[in-house]
């Protein structure tokens, strides 16, 4: 399955402008898809399964898509598992199936659904790893009985619990995938299964299967916390889930998770009782929420605005150009970490607290953007600013895409425009997603020019060339 389809610009003469893997390709380029390309939209006009191929033209539309799809997941073998109070969680090689029937329209802005169209497209099939929690059926009957939805509770504890994965393994919640059911055939009770969205696995579950304790508690802190009603974005809704959200219950979801967490007691017949087995590894869980002046090591670092140059009267306006979100990647703890504006307080002392951060640009624009947040001196920040160190060694500035370009063959994944207007539509995924990007990029050039002494940039001409640094 994991083979990749080329994906096609039909309006320059069939370019090829990327390629995504079989399963991706089912999800984002079916036909009427809309597809993100470096920050530019495009339409999907054919999925062509026998020749790997897809056809796109650039679109410019009000909506995007998502698609609905029935999972199923088999359990093929059990490697390991952990008896807890109640219930207990196993990890081990799954088979998911997937139909996908149908697509969702929906608007950028407000996200309406404009429509659902149906599709024509075989199972996708693949086996993976993952961890599954095998549920009480008593859990079930005592949260119905409090009148709330249990299949909602279970989905919902699934997406929450999916969404906090980046957090202590490098990856993007869309590189989990989960499904919940009532009963599950093989098991005969209820189960939430949270497995890796990659063919043969890539170890995120089985990393989430060592720190389950930490991951259920803070599953259900971050629902504790929202202060929605019913349920939204930053706590149990998902982008990316195949059944529109629905059904969820956060009701339910907080009162599983308080029963996972031993917060809450009900009784269960003899056959649910097992004796309960330590998890086989205690060792460090998750970053639990830590004061945050605790010394950090090495961070590199980027944020984007909410404001564009333009619209706050130039460039050297920046502390007025409010902070959208910023990502840190801690290298000693090996995770991203992401802040939005109510956090800026955090992200600041985080700062403070490092031995050195690492970023491009950032004493002249990102500091001054955080300034307008604090009285405490940016400058107080042990601080690498790359392209500082590259303008006073050539005397001239260089965009970090171009220094990517030439030195990594890489580039970023749109601008910062796009950005802006993604946080305008309220695509605060995709902000992330692109700021995380250009961490990502920065920590590569950071450790190219440290490992080879020197970077590399294309002059005008088309030669590479090369800056030397010493970091
Ligand atoms: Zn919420
Ligand atoms: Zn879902």
């Not at 869980?285 to 706050?312: I, K, M, N, Y």
Request: hydrophobic fraction near 40%; charge should be neutral.
């Amino acid at each position: 399955m994991q083979r990749w389809y080329s994906i096609h610009d039909m309006e320059r003469d069939g370019k090829v402008i990327g390629s995504v893997d079989g399963v991706r390709a089912f999800h984002e380029c079916h036909p009427g898809a809309v597809y993100l390309h470096h920050g530019q939209q495009y339409e999907i006009r054919r999925l062509d399964i026998d020749r790997r191929r897809v056809e796109a033209a650039p679109a410019n539309l009000d909506y995007y898509t998502e698609v609905l799809a029935e999972k199923e997941t088999e359990i093929l073998e059990q490697f390991e598992s952990i008896d807890l109070e109640g219930y207990s969680v196993k990890l081990g090689r799954l088979k998911v199936t997937e139909q996908i029937r149908e697509y969702c329209k929906r608007r950028i802005f407000g996200q309406d659904r404009l429509g659902y169209f149906l599709l024509d497209l075989p199972p996708v099939l693949f086996e993976t790893v993952g961890l599954w929690l095998e549920l009480p059926g008593e859990l079930r009957e005592a949260v119905e009985d409090k009148q709330l939805n249990f299949m909602g509770g279970i989905h919902a504890v699934e997406h929450a619990a999916i969404s906090l994965f980046p957090l202590f393994a490098i990856c993007d919640r869309s590189d989990i995938g989960g499904i919940s059911y009532p009963r599950h055939p093989q098991i005969g009770r209820p189960a939430i299964f949270i497995y890796d969205g990659y063919p043969g696995g890539i170890g995120l579950s089985a990393r989430g299967f060592r720190d389950i304790g930490a991951l259920l508690e803070r599953t259900e802190k971050l629902i504790a916390v929202c202060p929605c009603d019913t349920g939204c974005p930053s706590c149990i809704h998902s982008p990316k889930c195949g059944n529109g959200n629905r059904p969820l219950d956060k009701e339910a979801a907080r009162r599983i998770l308080a029963f996972l967490n031993g917060r809450w007691r009900i009784t269960l017949r003899p056959a649910s009782v097992r004796p309960k087995t330590p998890p086989p590894q205690p060792g460090p869980l998750l970053p639990a929420v830590q004061p945050a002046v605790e010394p950090r090591g090495r961070l590199f670092f980027d944020l984007e605005t909410r404001l564009s140059a333009e619209e706050v009267g130039g460039w050297g306006r920046a502390d007025k150009m409010r902070l959208a979100l910023a990502v840190i990647y801690d290298e000693e703890r090996g995770v991203f970490e992401t802040f939005a504006e109510p956090e800026v307080d955090r992200l600041l002392e985080t700062l403070l607290a490092a031995e050195l951060v690492v970023g491009f640009n950032v004493k002249r624009f990102d500091y001054a953007v955080l300034g307008a947040y604090t009285k405490k001196d940016l400058g107080g920040v042990r601080t690498l600013d790359m392209l500082e160190e590259i303008h006073r060694k050539v005397g001239f500035r260089i965009s970090l895409n171009r220094l990517a370009g030439a030195t990594l063959g890489e580039e970023k994944s749109a601008d910062g425009l796009q950005s802006l207007r993604w946080f305008r539509e309220g695509r605060v995924d995709l902000v992330e997603q692109y700021c995380r990007k250009d961490v990502e990029i920065t920590r590569k050039l950071f450790e190219y020019g440290r490992d080879n002494g020197h970077l590399l940039f294309r002059e005008a001409a088309g030669n590479k060339v090369r800056i030397p640094v010493d970091w």
